[in-house]
Structures are given as structure tokens and as C-alpha cells.
């Protein structure tokens, strides 16, 4: 059952009575979770018939033994177990979840960790009620999820903004959501979200972040890249060469995927690089000033700073010298 599908579930009142929620991402564990939380009880019902626990405090006998509790003047008990990748033995709820208490809604959450569902246990709880894996979004698809999220809350966002966004953010998606909320509610109902704002109410520097940089390493503009790269050096705790090398990383095998395209069309270039057709014309501008033969060497340089960025081969070089080292490389 997918995320979308819980969630009308839940709003229509359909419960299930173990909701088994794994996986990567926090983000769509949360909003399940929370939902559950906030929706399935009463304030007054909460009282007697809503119970959170955590895997560090508890253990898998506990959290049967408040799964069997019959729920006190309500339909339902609600039991949420939060952190429960910390529980040892989490299998061991077997015997349970064959035969579950169905006035009891049974949430566990279990982050950041994988799970096997060619196990009996998942097969039951598939079986007998919800098993949600939460994925992970690879970084091509969050600038496709923003713009989705954002207009679901009826707005629009720039591709720069959007852009930016995703430099900046990265892509936890709770980190995604929560400055977009804020961010939304200092702007005016409807508006278009652009560049600017995002600068304003997130903290973003317009002119200094890995995005200008990608721009003026791409037009070979030395003078712009050696500013952004200075800042950058000034302000390592929010510039990290760790992320940036990855960003560039990124932008630099796009342009290697661009030079090796037979149909070089905006449209075809923007969906082969996965990147909205606002860009493609700058990576046309790019593949102009690199050609495949120093890309390749680029490539080389971003894995070998990489490494040395991490302390490999390297005792006393900061992360500013470092980057600098790095950009004189790539723009000669």
C-alpha cells in the first residue's frame, strides 16, 4: 500500500490494526504517524486509549501487552512505538501480529533501516494489516518533488528557487517541508515563489551558493567563482567542500551525459540530465567550455579532493584552501 493510499484510509476511517512503517526516508513515517496521532482519538478518548513509546525504553513483551489492553468508552486504542529500529528482536512480535487485537492500531516505526519482506514477519504483517517501506528519493527526483509539494499547497516556485532549494536542503525531506512551510507563510497567498524570496526567508545567498558556482565555473567565469569560492572558504559551516564537491560532482557528469547525446533538443536534454528545460541552455554553454577530455580529469580531481577533504593524505590543509586548490584546477 503506498503513502497516498494510507492516508485516504485513514481520513475515511479505515484502520488497520498494525500499521508497520520502515524505510529511509523519516519524512512519510512522520506524516503517517503523526496522522494516527492526531486524528484517530479524541482529546478525551487520548486520555485512557493513546499510548506512545520508544524502542530505547521498551521491549517486544511491553509492546504486546499494551497491544492486548481493550480500549476504555472508545472504538479504538491507539499504540505508537517510535525508534523502534532500536528494539532488538522486533520479530518476536510474530505471535501478535497473527493475531492482533483489531480495536487496537498498532504503529511501529521503524526508521532508517531497510526491511526483507520476503520474511514471514513482513508476510504477516502485510497480511493482517499495513507494511509501508518508505524510500529514499534519489537527488534527480527532489526538484520534481518540491515543485509537486508546492503547488499542492497552491503555489508556484521558480525553477531557480527551486533550484536552490535543493542545493541548499538537500533532499530530507523533512528538512524540504519545513522551510517551505516557513517560507510560505511570509509570502503572499498564491504567489509565485522565485529566487528572491527563497533568498529572504530561507538564508540563502543569491549571489554566493553552490548554484551561482556551478555558473560561473560552467561560463568560465574565474573572477565570479574565485568570489563564491572565497566566501565559501570564509563560511565553511554552511558551505562545506563536502557537499559542494558532490554538487559538482553531479553537475560535471551531467555534462558528460549532454556531450555523448545524439539528439542535443532542449526537451530531450533536459529529460536525459533530469533537469527542468529553464537549465539546459546553461549546460549548452558549458559543454562548450569543457570538452569530454577535461571533464574526464575533472571527474578525477572531484574524487581525489573528495578523499583529501575527508582527511585522506591530508594533516593540516583546510577546507578553504582546499576549494580554492580545487577551482584553479578545473578553470585552467
Request: include cysteine.
Amino acid at each position: 500500500m503506498d503513502f497516498q493510499q494510507i492516508l485516504n484510509d485513514l481520513k475515511n476511517k479505515i484502520y488497520y490494526p498494525v500499521y508497520f512503517l520502515a524505510g529511509e526516508e523519516a519524512y512519510y513515517i512522520d506524516e503517517i504517524s503523526d496522522y494516527i496521532e492526531n486524528h484517530v482519538l479524541t482529546d478525551v478518548e487520548k486520555e485512557f486509549n493513546q499510548t506512545v513509546i520508544y524502542g530505547r525504553e521498551t521491549d517486544v513483551l511491553s509492546i504486546i501487552s499494551n497491544a492486548k489492553r481493550y480500549p476504555m468508552m472508545a472504538n479504538y486504542q491507539v499504540v505508537i512505538v517510535k525508534e523502534a529500529q532500536e528494539i532488538k528482536n522486533i520479530d518476536e512480535l510474530l505471535p501478535y501480529i497473527e493475531n492482533p487485537l483489531d480495536s487496537t492500531l498498532l504503529v511501529i516505526n521503524y526508521k532508517y533501516k531497510k526491511i526483507d519482506k520476503r520474511k514471514s514477519f513482513y508476510k504477516q504483517v502485510a497480511k493482517k494489516g499495513v507494511l509501508f517501506e518508505s524510500k529514499k528519493l534519489y537527488d534527480n527526483q527532489i526538484v520534481g518533488w518540491i515543485n509537486n509539494y508546492v503547488k499542492e499547497k497552491g503555489y508556484e516556485i521558480t525553477p531557480k528557487a527551486c533550484a536552490m532549494l535543493t542545493e541548499f536542503l538537500g533532499s530530507d525531506l523533512s528538512k524540504v517541508v519545513n522551510e517551505i512551510s516557513k517560507l510560505i507563510l511570509n509570502v503572499p497567498e498564491k504567489a509565485i515563489i522565485n529566487d528572491v524570496l527563497v533568498e529572504r526567508n530561507i538564508g540563502i545567498s543569491k549571489d554566493f551558493n553552490v548554484f551561482e558556482l556551478q555558473n560561473a565555473i560552467g561560463t568560465k567565469n574565474i573572477l565570479k567563482a574565485n568570489q563564491i569560492g572565497n566566501y565559501f572558504a570564509a563560511n565553511p559551516k554552511e558551505n562545506s567542500i563536502i557537499k559542494t564537491i558532490a554538487m559538482l560532482f553531479g553537475y560535471f557528469t551531467k555534462l558528460m551525459i549532454y556531450h555523448q547525446l545524439q539528439d542535443k533538443s532542449r526537451n530531450n536534454v533536459a529529460s536525459a540530465l533530469s533537469v527542468s528545460p529553464y537549465f539546459v541552455q546553461g549546460y549548452q554553454v558549458a559543454a562548450k567550455n569543457y570538452n569530454l577530455q577535461k571533464l574526464i580529469k575533472i571527474i578525477a580531481l572531484l574524487k581525489e579532493y573528495d578523499l583529501i577533504s575527508k582527511g585522506v593524505n591530508n594533516i593540516s590543509t583546510t577546507e578553504g584552501e582546499l576549494l580554492k586548490e580545487l577551482l584553479f584546477k578545473i578553470l585552467h
